[in-house]
């Protein structure tokens, strides 16, 4: 670590907020300071691992099945790569080295967005008053955030916290922002559909884990459907591209194959539809239509047989057995097999009877079975398309956190700035805009700044309680 990094990345820290560090004995001993400041403030766990993995690219390559890091972004890049294959062994040593909810990596260069350290974090209050409080009255996210999903949300949250400072990216987001200001019936058409959206980002996670069950089916096929609907409104806007026909064949598959209203578990039944499987279906139908079944064949085996008298009946010791009185022993057809001799009448079976019986004792259970399987089989199909999903939640939640500009600069009264590579900060009319919802629009007193390359400073006085410190805070913000 060179001079002043360590600040640097406190301040990359509390970006993240993690709950859990992982780290090896070196960087430990170099960062003890900054992790166990952190350690307190967040009461998180600082894991110490001296597992080195030998030949680190190669076992990235091996486990993402490709060829080069490069698109990964991390070709040369040794640190980044030996602390990815240390953090990959120990998450797959966490799950049994089963499959893990993530197809890639991403290096995320921190030049590319704005430095924040943990004191201007806590003094701009971005998105928390102070490091133990989890509520958002009275920052800046509280402020800005009217996303209607959970993913829309955490992005907001992170991009507040890692600012663009390229021109180029700045602007297409601005532009992204100002369709919705201008296009208002689309602007409350996708703010509808966003409200049927799951945190597809979770759910995601749960089928690749296999924790899944019927109601997150439903929630994905619904969240399809929504996006759907969204794209069709947006249909000629470059921000919301995925595969719409791969979303479609999920949500297809999805209605097709789980009930609108499943049960909590999946070992228990109820889940899947009619029609998916004849086994099945006929499993439903004799569980519920058995003493029917056994009716119709009794009345078949009248008819074939002649005898008026024939009964189908059931007890413990026996099971399902056909009774015929002694008086009609004459008439007893030869594929009967004699099960009990009684005083007055003599018991059967057939092979038919005996293969209802079997069906209508152990239904269910197949039943359970059967639908069990068929729903692993439809989660085991929509895991081969989670990286189709996983765009998908990547652009929804982009598009939700952009219409949250749109709503918060038409409800504030933003204006969009002009941004140049000069040296020049000019604000007019500026306002705090933590402190102004706070107060109230019309309560607030505006200030502006312009401040030039030759003019690169401000000597600010007044008395207490003046506004000193909004001012400062103001055009930070």
């Known amino acids: ?26 960087t430990a001993e170099i960062l003890r300071e900054e992790f166990e400041s952190y350690k307190l403030v967040q009461n998180s766990v600082i894991n110490i691992i001296d597992k080195i993995i030998k030949d680190a690219e190669n076992f990235i390559k091996d486990y993402f099945r490709i060829v080069s890091l490069e698109s990964y972004g991390i070709t040369g890049k040794n640190g980044a790569v030996n602390c990815c294959a240390m953090l990959l062994e120990y998450i797959l040593e966490l799950h049994n080295y089963g499959e893990l909810p993530f197809k890639k990596l991403s290096y995320v260069n921190s030049e590319k967005y704005m430095e924040l350290n943990f004191s201007t974090q806590r003094n701009l209050e971005l998105t928390a008053l102070n490091s133990r409080d ?8 509280w402020v800005i955030d009217s996303t209607k999903t959970a993913m829309g949300g955490r992005m907001l949250k992170k991009n507040i916290k890692k600012p663009l400072i390229d021109i180029a990216e700045i602007e297409k987001r601005l532009n992204h922002t100002s369709y919705f200001i201008t296009n208002i019936i689309e602007r409350e058409e996708v703010k509808e559909e966003l409200k049927n959206i799951y945190d597809i980002e979770r759910l995601i996670g749960k089928i690749v884990l296999g924790t899944e069950n019927g109601r997150d089916l439903i929630a994905i096929k619904k969240s399809c459907e929504s996006v759907l609907k969204i794209k069709e409104i947006l249909s000629d806007k470059s921000f919301f ?47 519920a239509n058995g003493k029917e079944m056994l009716l119709e064949i009794e009345v078949k085996e009248r008819e074939r047989t002649g005898i008026k008298s024939l009964k189908v009946r059931y007890n413990k010791v026996f099971g ?12 007893i057809p030869d594929d009967y097999i004699r099960k009990q001799t009684l005083s007055n009448a003599e018991r059967f079976v057939t092979a038919e009877l005996k293969e209802y019986e079997a069906k209508i004792l152990t239904a269910k259970e197949r039943i359970e079975a059967i ?17 189709v999903l996983q765009q998908c939640a990547d652009e929804t939640a982009y598009v939700d956190m952009i219409l949250s500009f749109s709503e918060c600069s038409v409800r504030n009264g933003y204006i969009r700035p002009e941004l140049t590579q000069d040296y020049e900060l000019v604000i007019e009319e500026g306002r705090h805009p933590i402190v102004e ?35 400062m805070r103001q055009n930070a913000l």
């Open 134 to 141: 989890s509520g958002t009255e009275g920052t800046l996210l």
């Open 241 to 287: 591209e995925f595969s719409e026909f791969k979303i479609r064949e999920i949500a297809e598959k999805i209605e097709r194959a789980v009930v609108e209203e499943p049960p909590f578990s999946i070992r228990e039944g109820g889940i899947i539809k009619g029609g998916i499987s004849s086994e099945l279906d006929e499993l439903h139908r004799i569980s």
């Open 1 to 26: 670590f060179e001079s002043g990094e360590n600040g640097k990345l406190l301040g990359e820290l509390y970006k993240i907020l993690p709950k859990e560090i992982i780290t090896d004995n070196a």
């Open 371 to 387: 639908e069990y399987e068929i729903f692993k089989e439809l989660t085991r199909e929509i895991a081969g398309s989670i990286e």
């Open 320 to 331: 399902y057995y056909i009774e015929i009185s002694n008086s009609n022993r004459e008439m």
């Open 437 to 471: 919802k706070l107060i109230g629009h019309n309560s607030f007193v505006k200030n502006g700044i312009e401040m030039k390359q030759d003019e690169r400073f401000i000597i600010l006085t007044g008395p207490n309680m003046a506004g000193k410190s909004t001012y």
